[in-house]
């Protein structure tokens, strides 16, 4: 029977991952190890240590001990040098694996002594919608993602590992992935899933590709509709803008205890209903005679009101996402 680790990096993870270990330990199949690379300045090595005074199959290290690098990269490294088993599994602390997973990926190796490198999917564990179309889009292009990689240690030997020279995550993972196709069979599995919790990450990317399109679907608009194409750019400008509000009035905060979002700031889509009565003021009044400034304003606004359906509470978790579950 095979053995198999199961590698965790961790940056200020107290929220996370008690959590995680939590539903490792209560795997169909218990890994041999839990190697949980630290390098945090709040309460996530205690929680750790806490762990492995309870299960002998939890291993607390310090990144610092072991590399003079920093950043997730050197911690997926030096964990895997550190594991004793046939599998490596790599996953972060934020991740939230179904009870049979490692089970069904040790099944995949013993089934196959040719396969090397194994990775999975990745799904937002809150069923936001937005959430979960960047996460589709990112597993059909990044395979090889970090929080759901699993390899045979001496495949991994084989390569030059994960750079730990790239202090982010830079693709690091990917990186890595396709340097271990070179060695021997890797295999994308869908079926593969793995929960995670950062979905603000996920939005991120999803929304920095819905701009860039909404640019270039503009500005070649514009040559047959100019209002039309500036509605497109103002689309594009409302999401940035209230992505941007997120950040700066902080209204996005995760309550991991009662598992929902708490949002101390006016919600988006109070701002975009005011934008477009008073663009529609402006309008009338010929105020602003510009009509293709005022298509813009309005394609602002009504972004900014979908930005709130797609990304806050009210719009999606408690909304959409029971329309899709009742679906």
């Not at 490792?24 to 218990?30: M, N, P």
């Not at 992935?177 to 603000?200: A, F, Q, R």
């Amino acid at each position: 029977m095979l053995t198999v680790s199961v590698v965790i990096p961790t940056l200020n993870e107290e929220h996370n991952i008690g959590e995680l270990l939590d539903l490792l330990e209560h795997q169909t199949r218990v890994p041999d190890e839990i190697i949980v690379v630290d390098e945090s300045k709040d309460r996530t090595a205690e929680i750790i240590s806490s762990f492995s005074l309870k299960y002998s199959n939890v291993h607390l290290i310090k990144n610092k001990d072991y590399s003079r690098f920093s950043g997730v990269n050197a911690a997926r490294h030096v964990g895997t040098l550190y594991a004793s088993s046939d599998i490596v599994i790599q996953t972060d602390a934020d991740a939230v694996p179904t009870n049979d997973w490692i089970e069904r990926i040790v099944a995949k190796f013993e089934a196959d002594e040719e396969l090397v490198g194994l990775t999975g999917s990745v799904k937002d564990y809150k069923n936001r919608y937005f959430d979960e179309l960047t996460c589709l889009f990112a597993n059909f292009i990044f395979q090889g993602m970090g929080n759901n990689t699993a390899y045979r240690k001496e495949a991994y030997m084989k390569t030059e590992g994960y750079n730990e020279a790239l202090a982010l995550n830079q693709g690091g993972d990917i990186i890595f992935w396709n340097s271990l196709k070179t060695v021997g069979k890797c295999e994308y599995d869908p079926t593969m899933v793995i929960g995670h919790k950062s979905g603000y990450k996920w939005r991120v990317v999803g929304l920095s590709i819905t701009e860039a399109i909404l640019v270039v679907s503009g500005f070649f608009t514009r040559l047959l509709n100019k209002r039309f194409g500036d509605s497109l750019l103002g689309a594009s400008a409302g999401l940035g803008l209230a992505e941007a509000g997120s950040v700066i009035v902080g209204v996005e905060e995760i309550n991991e205890e009662e598992e929902k979002l708490n949002f101390t700031g006016i919600h988006h889509d109070i701002w975009g209903i005011i934008g477009i009565i008073a663009t529609l003021l402006l309008d009338k009044t010929n105020i602003i005679k510009n009509k293709e400034i005022t298509s813009f304003l309005y394609g602002m606004c009504i972004s900014i009101i979908i930005h709130h359906f797609l990304t806050e509470v009210e719009g999606c978790t408690k909304g959409l996402c029971l329309i899709k579950k009742s679906g």
